[in-house]
């Protein structure tokens, strides 16, 4: 199956936002084929589908923040004209019902699919990481006569210890 958009250039869109895996309007917009201004009328539109859970408007701080994090942006618009929307995985999908084109929709699934992937990865890292854990645990018992020789050999000596002969003793 060939790919609409790389998987790749949909992952470098996901951006971690409030605590949460959000898009851009103007990502999603680019994803789409359409203008953003498109993309945000048929928002306000439908308003009642987007939830805060799905999609909210960044603040100033958080907009003026992104733009300090893309150093990609073309000199003619280095500014944000409004404070964009980021969209959550719902929110993503909701805007497959509002925006009525073939595009939108196969971008969708392929988005969908990316989101899926992350958060596999995820929660193979917090596996992995668990076990590592358990192993140190259950190795630091099995080891401890290990660690303690170990621990005995790099202290310093408790005393200082006179070895030799010097002249002047008797």
Known sequence: ??????VERIEGKILLIRGQKVMLDKDLAELYEVPTRRLNEQLKRNLKRFPEDFMFQLTKEEADSLRSQIATLK?????FRYLPYVFTEQGVAMLSSVLNSERAI??????????TKLRQMLASNDDLRRKIEAMEKKYDTQFKVVFDAIKF???????????GFRADEK
Do not use: D, G, W, Y
Request: no cysteine; aromatic share 4%.
């Open 1 to 6: 199956m060939s790919s609409l958009v790389p």
């Open 75 to 79: 000199e003619s618009s280095q500014h």
């Open 106 to 115: 196969l971008v969708n699934v392929q988005i969908m699919r990316t989101f």
């Open 153 to 163: 050999l790099i202290a310093p000596p408790a005393k200082e210890i006179k070895i």
